[in-house]
């Protein structure tokens, strides 16, 4: 079934639209409250991209179909202020990732208009599409040199001799024959990895792809989040810097250690600038290279230890004469996230959460940082759209929408879309407070306090604590599709969001307090959340639940058998129950050697400590009704800790259900399956706390 597109400035598109076309939803929400239907019914905006005279944006924004269950990208574009919307995509192919080429006359974007994806080009109107290039496998990403003669398309190559490879005369067969790790990862079989290929442009066709890592097993850029970021043209476009991480097998599994390393065309010589010496000792994540402006430096993310994912991530720059690397986003005490040089190659704008939100900031090349932005929100997707900046900005309250501003006179952000207004104008969003309180060891925690629309202080509620995941991920202003504090406070909960120890944003010392501790002092925080918030005289404190995903399912699963009759209802999706299964289960061995300090066989005192939280050694103090999640494709957590958690919570006789997707991965991707899980959670909720 089409969906039809909203009347107004994009009514006159109405007419070419392709049979079956998903776009912008006309949805009617009763009773002012959010529901799964209005959540799927939103329009998430993508990625941005800035016309050369920074006069034009050309933005993506994905559509979900319930009934046919599946989503549409589709490209749009308007003027730097927001005006003169058009919609460029009318078929029902998905287009993307759009950038401008050829002095802003074309627009190059991915489609799968042919069957896989490829690169087209289009004018900025939508009309005259030509399909660019026509290779074997499906383009993931692109990156055009500065001239526009040449192009980085990532595409997959065989991870070795597959099975059939071996045996030709089994052509059906289905089995892997596996020799080392990392044989799976997130939510695929690594039969496949990803590469670099570099081709050649003449302005009408793309050709001769060659692969710049050919004969190495090594994958460029790095599964599962990295994208085209990874990559980075020099500015005479001689020279790729790229994020590689080159090691197979084991070594791969147990260790974060990628660099960065520049590719020089004309030679075909690859340089490693993370490792220049046997004096570097950087040995974690190095990711994101960005060449300055006149190219004399370079800049990336980069991680100290190996081994930790949710180290420092902090921004270097490296003197491309000298070889000189400079720590210069010292003053900064949380990760960058996302960076862009500034215009004069003088500093950068950069993003990273501090105190629950997530902010943007100048910073120059000595270190003096100035923060730009203010207020309950979190930025995002900053880039350069001529003297301004060009943004993402979103909420606990709203979805991202795009924002401007000159980070250098004082304006105020201007809002350039409005994607999702004909939905919040007819629903009531529960209002979102901070709440600081102290924990057991005298500390300050934040705690965000979401309330249900239209909050009476003299009625009693129930009360939901919230467990984030990560485990190091911020409890920041995020905006979840499925995590949705909004239609959690519409079905009337009160939810408290604890930034527990062990997230950033709070200094290293928090953020790090919770390896090797995963049933301490994090818990305790929890416990003290969740306590100062029953004092209060509208929370109901005999209608209290607890809810979180992986880590956040962790500490469900742990706090079932600790909460001492606090809570009456339980939700795990995706969590780890048994510590022991889960170090032998899971493929990012770096993750587990970290946090568990090692396999739980080796016998001391981090590992012993660990491996005694472990949440199915309490089951036997079980005594709360538990809905256990979890998707099959999940090789993170696998689905057999949900089904263990389940089965130990029945054989015990304690009320539980199982809710569990054959074709999900860590997350819920498909519209029904999303829906399928808010009326599971809430009809579990509903008949333990109403």
Request: include cysteine.
């Amino acid at each position: 079934m089409a969906t039809t597109v909203m009347a107004g400035a994009l009514s006159s598109c109405a007419d070419k639209l392709e049979p079956g076309f998903i776009g912008k939803h006309e949805i009617k929400i009763e009773n002012g409250r959010m529901t799964p239907e209005a959540l799927w019914a939103m329009g998430r905006i993508g990625g941005m991209s800035v016309s050369p005279d920074a006069n034009t944006i050309a933005y993506g924004v994905s559509y979900y179909s319930v009934p046919e269950n599946k989503s549409h990208r589709v490209l749009y574009t308007m003027d730097a202020k927001g005006k003169r919307q058009r919609m460029l995509t009318t078929t029902t192919a998905n287009e993307g990732d759009a950038v401008w080429i050829k002095d802003g006359t074309k627009l190059a974007f991915l489609s799968n208009a042919s069957g896989s994806n490829q690169l087209w080009e289009m004018n900025p109107d939508g009309s005259e599409r030509r399909q660019l290039t026509n290779t074997a496998k499906s383009i993931e990403g692109f990156a055009f040199s500065p001239d526009e003669t040449k192009v980085i398309l990532v595409m997959t190559v065989q991870n070795g001799p597959s099975t059939i490879d071996k045996h030709p005369d089994l052509p059906l067969t289905t089995g892997r024959v596996i020799n080392d790790l990392m044989y799976k990862h997130w939510d695929e079989w690594v039969d496949e990895i990803p590469h670099p290929f570099l081709a050649d442009f003449d302005g009408d066709i793309v050709t001769n792809p060659r692969d710049i890592l050919e004969g190495e097993l090594y994958e460029s850029p790095l599964r599962p989040f990295g994208g085209m970021e990874q990559f980075s043209w020099s500015p005479d476009g001689n020279t790729i810097a790229y994020t590689c991480r080159k090691k197979c097998g084991a070594d791969y599994a147990k260790s974060t250690d990628s660099d960065i390393y520049l590719y020089n065309i004309a030679t075909g010589e690859t340089t490693n600038i993370c490792k220049l010496s046997a004096t570097d000792k950087n040995m974690g994540y190095d990711t994101n290279p960005q060449f300055s402006p006149d190219g004399t430096m370079i800049a990336w993310q980069s991680m100290e230890r190996n081994g930790y994912e949710s180290d420092w991530n902090r921004l270097y720059v490296m003197d491309l004469a000298t070889g000189e690397k400079r720590f210069v986003s010292r003053a900064f005490d949380s990760n960058v996230d996302e960076f862009v040089w500034t215009p004069d190659g003088r500093g950068f704008y950069f993003t990273g959460v501090w105190h629950g939100v997530s902010m943007i900031y100048s910073l120059d090349l000595a270190g003096n940082l100035t923060q730009l932005t203010t207020g309950q929100y979190d930025f995002g997707g900053i880039t350069l759209m001529g003297d301004q900046i060009l943004c993402k900005r979103h909420s606990m309250e709203e979805a991202d929408e795009i924002y401007s501003f000159h980070p250098t006179k004082g304006d105020k952000l201007t809002q350039l879309t409005t994607e999702n207004k004909h939905i919040y104008d007819q629903i009531e969003r529960g209002k979102v407070e901070p709440r600081w309180v102290k924990t057991t060891d005298g500390k300050d925690m934040l705690v965000w306090v979401i309330y249900p629309p239209h909050f009476d202080k003299n009625k009693k509620y129930p009360t939901l604590l919230f467990c984030e995941g990560g485990p190091q991920s911020p409890v920041s202003q995020f905006w979840s599709y499925r995590w949705n504090f909004q239609i959690m406070a519409a079905n009337d909960y009160i939810i408290v969001a604890p930034n527990r120890r062990g997230l950033p944003g709070f200094g290293l010392e928090w953020n790090e307090a919770i390896s090797g501790d995963y049933g301490g002092q994090c818990m305790k925080d929890y416990l003290t959340a969740i306590d100062d918030m029953a004092q209060e005289p509208y929370v109901d404190a005999d209608r209290l639940g607890c809810v979180g995903a992986s880590f956040g399912g962790f500490s469900v699963y742990w706090l079932a058998g600790h909460h001492d009759k606090r809570f009456k209802a339980f939700i795990s999706h995706s969590g780890i129950f048994n510590l022991e299964q889960q170090y032998l289960e899971t493929e990012e061995m770096w993750f587990a050697n970290w946090d568990l300090g090692g396999a739980y066989w080796e016998k001391n005192k981090m590992t012993e400590h660990t491996y005694s939280n472990s949440p199915h050694r309490f089951v036997d103090k079980w005594d709360t009704p538990i809905l256990c999640i979890h998707g099959e494709k999940d090789f993170r957590i696998l689905a057999s800790q949900g089904m263990a958690a389940f089965n130990a919570a029945i054989l015990r006789g304690v009320p539980a259900q199982l809710l569990v997707y054959p074709d999900e991965n860590h997350w819920i991707l498909r519209p029904q399956n999303g829906i399928l899980w808010q009326r599971t959670y809430f009809e579990w909720l509903d008949k333990w706390l109403k």
